[in-house]
């Protein structure tokens, strides 16, 4: 038998020879001990990617637990200060608010309120908690009595005179001393009306994440019952994405960089991992992906029934998203995440 013909089957077959069933490469080899597995491991979770989401009501002493969203609980604001210190003290980098306000309107008022709920929420964390970062969500669909995230004309939910009250609700956070602002909605032109908004009023180094491929998605359910924002009649389709659709999210991407987006984000995470590495792979730009409430209560849920091992497929989960190309996760597991990573 020639020999160099041998050699060469080895290096093409990855085999001694055609007929020999021992493999030369053994994937296994690197598997065998938990220090190997580490050393090789390509993607780990730190608690600095996490922002952790929390929901502020109006009274003293409120905390009460969402019923589809177990361990998430609506504070008011002396619970949520407390709270803040519960997770600054577990070194979470960064919470975003969403705030339930006292009274709805039709246009939305308390959203840019200067002493609205989110506002006086900044403002007594702050005072307390120091290193802590805090992420305001700027959308209307809490502060409007019809759920929607805008102003609502004939059936329509309009754009741009929608926009011009997000500007003036970032600003009002921005007032409030919020570290950094978030429009959720999906309107069009308002990273640009809020980045115009800010710098006017001297706020240039507040950096803005945006949802920019936020989809119309059914994951958002539990998140309605804790912020209280189901839409009274109609749905979100008109201005969030189409599920099906990964180019149009990074056209969508693209137009909030141009606006001047800091951070892009992606939302839902799990059901869009692959709009998540295509947005990473474009742009190399500051990526975060939101866990959203159905994603967390799914998990919750089927732990609860025994049906899953909870801890472990979160672990598995938020490993995804980050391998996926995420540098920050929104998500409710981060208390329950930072005390298992670094
Ligand atoms: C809108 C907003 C929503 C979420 C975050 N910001 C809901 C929506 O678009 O209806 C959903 C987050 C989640 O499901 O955890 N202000």
Same mark, same amino acid.
């Given at each position: 038998?020639?020999?160099? =013909? ?16 021992? /493999? ?35 009274? =003293? ?31 979470? /980098? ?112 507040? /950096? ?13 359910? /539990? ?120």
């Amino acid at each position: 038998m020639n020999t160099s =013909t041998e050699k060469s089957d080895a290096v093409t077959t990855g085999y001694y020879s055609r007929t020999e069933i021992s /493999p030369l490469k053994r994937f296994r080899r690197l598997r065998m001990t938990e220090t190997l597995r580490s050393m090789v491991r390509e993607t780990s979770l730190s608690k600095k990617d996490f922002i952790y989401p929390l929901f502020v009501v109006p009274g =003293t002493r409120v905390r009460k637990e969402v019923n589809s969203m177990p361990g998430v609980f609506q504070l008011s604001i002396d619970e949520l200060v407390r709270e803040c210190i519960e997770v600054e003290r577990l070194g979470i /980098p960064a919470v975003i608010l969403f705030g339930i306000p006292e009274r709805k309107d039709e246009r939305g008022s308390e959203a840019y309120d200067e002493n609205g709920i989110v506002q006086r929420s900044v403002r007594a964390i702050k005072k307390e908690v120091k290193e802590l970062t805090v992420i305001t969500d700027v959308c209307l669909c809490e502060y409007t009595s019809h759920g929607h995230c805008g102003i609502v004309r004939d059936n329509e939910i309009v754009n741009d005179e929608s926009v011009e009250l997000l500007a003036r609700e970032a600003l009002t956070h921005a007032m409030a001393g919020a570290d950094m602002v978030a429009p959720s909605d999906m309107f069009d032109g308002r990273v640009a009306a809020i980045r115009r908004s800010l710098d006017e009023h001297g706020f240039i180094h507040l /950096p803005i994440m945006s949802y920019a491929a936020k989809y119309a998605s059914g994951f958002y359910g /539990p998140f309605r019952e804790a912020a209280e924002s189901a839409p009274k009649f109609g749905d979100r389709r008109s201005h969030q994405m189409d599920p099906a659709n990964s180019n149009e999210a990074l056209r969508e991407v693209e137009q909030d960089i141009l606006e001047g987006a800091d951070i892009v984000m992606v939302k839902p995470a799990l059901p869009y991992l692959d709009v998540i590495r295509r947005v990473k792979d474009r742009f190399q730009m500051p990526t975060a992906a939101y866990n959203v409430s159905g994603e967390y209560a799914m998990i919750k849920a089927a732990g609860r029934n025994g049906w899953i091992d909870e801890q472990r497929v979160m672990m598995e989960a938020l490993t995804s998203i980050k391998r996926a190309g995420a540098d920050l996760i929104l998500t409710y597991f981060a208390k329950d995440a930072a005390v298992l990573v670094p």
